[in-house]
């Protein structure tokens, strides 16, 4: 009944608002039921409250951000004042979920305050450089010079992150008008992904931190010694079950070592990612069966479950030729959203190291032209294309 439930409300918001979904289900259980007539016997109550409980419960704690909409958490407000008006055990169930969510919504207000907050900090390397000797400045391998406890914490900020991604953002991200409702409204009203968004940020902060570190010793073996260093980060990301900080740290490793630990590691993109699934079934199959954390961690390469997701979802229709629902596709999106659910819910068994989960967070990177200007200082350009872009990188 879970699963049904859980398929149903996540593919019905290609179709529908969740609010106007609500409001549904408030008529169908308000009016039909006449819940609203004082004389209303308890009998007709308790017939449908269980039922009605376990769809709201389900809701709120899987959809929670559904309820950021005013217009949800009155129609919640006033179904569930109907169920448990004169009915104690009604009463302590609809009090008791309603906790939840507002606890969860709080929560979540929080997370993205303190993201503002972090975002706000961080600043362009390149400006630091014009304003501090490099000679004080701090690097990675200053700030920690073991791979397995960068590895831990990259580990932290990873489910950290994963967590607070709503199941809904997987749908909403990709959300389109239904050809076969003549309703003229958009879908723009919908809440943004916006906990996706921030953890594809994260993605995006890790590899160019990770191309930062790599280009800012002058010397080359300096630079070499970060790149192998980085190496044996994404080793241990790998045994961890860190997929998404491995890719991250590979996809910005230009030495030929590390196209070595790429394909050593699973991760070659040939054959649609073929190692890399393969790892990863590997990875969820441990998960599965293990007693600790530390075994049920798996964390997946985000850009391709994304990409996965999205496929399946323009690779086939909503609906069948004969207009029906188009139910095989929804199952399988759900089974897709359900096994990433399980994973986001895994506890970090690492002790957190607020130093280095600061220096990964704040520290400075330099933006995409910064790095093509520091890796030609550092290497010099090749071809006559490069020396161009070299030139006019520098007369920025």
């Known amino acids: 009944m879970r699963t049904y439930i859980f398929t149903f409300l996540l593919s019905s918001r290609l179709f529908i608002h969740p609010y106007e979904l609500m409001s549904k289900v408030c008529h169908l259980c308000v009016d039909q039921q006449r819940l609203t007539d004082p004389q209303a016997d308890k009998?007709?109550?308790?017939?449908?409250?269980?039922?009605?409980?376990?769809?709201?419960t389900e809701w709120t704690e899987t959809f929670p951000?559904?309820?950021?909409?005013?217009r949800m958490m009155k129609s919640l407000k006033e179904l569930t004042h109907r169920l448990s008006t004169g009915d104690e055990l009604y009463r302590?169930?609809?009090q008791q979920m309603t906790q939840t969510l507002i606890r969860k919504l709080t929560t979540l207000s929080q997370y993205e305050e303190a993201l503002a907050k972090i975002n706000s900090s961080v600043t362009d390397r390149l400006t630091v450089l014009k304003t501090k000797p490099q000679s004080i400045q701090r690097d990675i391998l200053t700030i920690c010079s073991d791979p397995f406890t960068l590895a831990q914490q990259l580990t932290h900020i990873e489910l950290e992150r994963l967590s607070y991604?709503?199941?809904?953002?997987?749908?909403?991200?990709?959300?389109?008008k239904d050809p076969?409702?003549?309703d003229k409204r958009c879908f723009s009203d919908?809440?943004?992904a916006s906990n996706l968004e921030a953890y594809v940020e994260w993605f995006?902060?890790?590899?160019?931190?990770?191309?930062?570190?790599?280009?800012?010793?002058v010397k080359k073996k300096h630079r070499a010694r970060v790149i192998e260093f980085f190496i044996d980060v994404a080793r241990e990301c790998f045994n961890i079950g860190n997929f998404n900080s491995l890719m991250a740290i590979i996809s910005e490793c230009f030495a030929v070592p590390c196209k070595t630990l790429l394909q050593k590691h699973q991760m070659d993109p040939s054959s649609n990612f073929y190692n890399y699934r393969t790892a990863l079934r590997g990875a969820t199959q441990r998960s599965i069966t293990a007693h600790s954390s530390r075994e049920k961690i798996v964390i997946p390469f985000f850009s391709l479950l994304i990409?996965?997701?999205?496929?399946?979802?323009?690779?086939?229709?909503n609906r069948l030729p004969n207009g029906h629902v188009n139910l095989e596709k929804f199952w399988e999106l759900a089974k897709q959203v359900m096994e990433f659910m399980t994973w986001k819910k895994v506890e970090c068994p690492f002790d957190r190291d607020r130093k280095i989960l600061q220096y990964l967070l704040t520290a400075p990177v330099f933006s995409e032209d910064a790095l093509y200007l520091a890796s030609y200082e550092s290497e010099g350009p090749e071809n006559n294309m490069e020396k161009d872009r070299w030139k006019s990188l520098r007369c920025v």
Do not use: W
């Open 43 to 56: 009998a007709r109550v308790r017939k449908i409250a269980p039922k009605i409980l376990q769809l709201l």
């Open 65 to 70: 951000y559904d309820f950021r909409d005013e």
């Open 92 to 94: 302590k169930a609809v």
């Open 165 to 176: 991604i709503g199941p809904e953002e997987f749908v909403q991200a990709f959300v389109q």
């Open 180 to 182: 076969l409702d003549n």
């Open 190 to 192: 919908h809440k943004k």
């Open 204 to 217: 995006n902060r890790l590899s160019y931190l990770v191309a930062t570190e790599i280009c800012m010793p």
């Open 307 to 317: 990409k996965d997701i999205y496929f399946l979802n323009e690779g086939c229709a």
